[in-house]
């Protein structure tokens, strides 16, 4: 049985302002103060953002495990797809559906394209993040759902939800049901559960802060080459202790990482 997405822990209002950066700079504020290791926080595997037209996408996990490549399971839950939609339509968006293909390495069938999408769309979620194929893209792309995929594919083959609101491990990361998530034509990142709320502030303050230092002087320095390094370096060391007095940690370019 599936299990309950939490509610949403950010306001609408934050998650806007979330989608103005990109991921990477969303990353660079969560790693100044999340308890998780950082190698779990992102996707480690290759994957394509087949709408990066589309800018990042926010929005809260909603998990699906399939495997089109077994004919069985339409067999055994003949409902599957309409107790799907009625579970999708039950949680609080905006909402990201993630995927787990179980015939991974192989992709033998899409479960989503012009129809589940125009559906879940419908249904409040912004995008889908498929460990798997997609298709109809040009399709996909009019209903205004973002797609990042492992590959584009053909057939649905036997495509049809395995289960649903149970944790999945896409792109070499878990996913667990409710967590937000930012993607882009980067790739995407998982917030770690209780971590959401000083994930704005972070972002807001690293960014401001490579502004202010890193690429203030890296743009705008005017002198030799060697002046210019000085410059920088210098530009390091306000960039590491404005980070290390916030957070206590000096960040990419600081030295208490």
């Not at 934050?14 to 700079?25: G, V």
């Not at 012009?114 to 893209?137: K, M, T, W």
């Not at 492992?150 to 491990?169: D, N």
């Not at 878990?174 to 704005?200: C, S």
Request: aromatic share 8%.
């Amino acid at each position: 049985m599936p299990t309950s997405n939490p509610s949403p822990k950010l306001p609408l209002p934050d998650l806007l302002k979330l989608r103005r950066w990109n991921t990477p700079t969303i990353y660079n504020g969560l790693e100044q103060y999340t308890k998780a290791d950082r190698k779990a926080i992102v996707n480690v595997e290759d994957v394509t953002d087949f709408m990066p037209h589309m800018g990042a996408m926010v929005g809260y996990a909603v998990t699906l495990v399939i495997e089109p490549g077994n004919p069985e399971h339409p067999k055994q839950q003949p409902d599957a797809w309409k107790e799907l939609f009625r579970y999708v339509a039950s949680i609080d968006g905006p909402k990201i559906m993630v995927y787990q293909d179980l015939d991974k390495p192989f992709t033998y069938g899409a479960c989503l394209g012009e129809v589940n999408g125009s559906i879940f769309r419908q249904l409040g979620c912004v995008g889908a993040i498929v460990d798997g194929a997609c298709r109809d893209l040009d399709e996909l792309s009019y209903t205004g759902m973002k797609v990042l995929a492992r590959r584009l594919g053909v057939s649905h083959a036997y495509g049809s939800p395995v289960r649903w609101g149970c944790a999945v491990e896409a792109f070499g990361i878990r996913v667990r049901p409710g967590q937000l998530i930012h993607a882009d034509k980067h790739g995407f990142l998982v917030v770690p559960e209780g971590e959401e709320a000083g994930l704005l502030e972070a972002t807001r303050f690293m960014d401001e802060n490579e502004c202010n230092t890193l690429i203030a002087a890296a743009r705008y320095t005017a002198g030799t080459p060697a002046q210019i390094a000085e410059a920088v370096c210098h530009a390091a060391d306000q960039f590491g202790e404005a980070s290390a007095g916030r957070f206590g940690r000096g960040g990419e370019w600081g030295s208490a990482q």
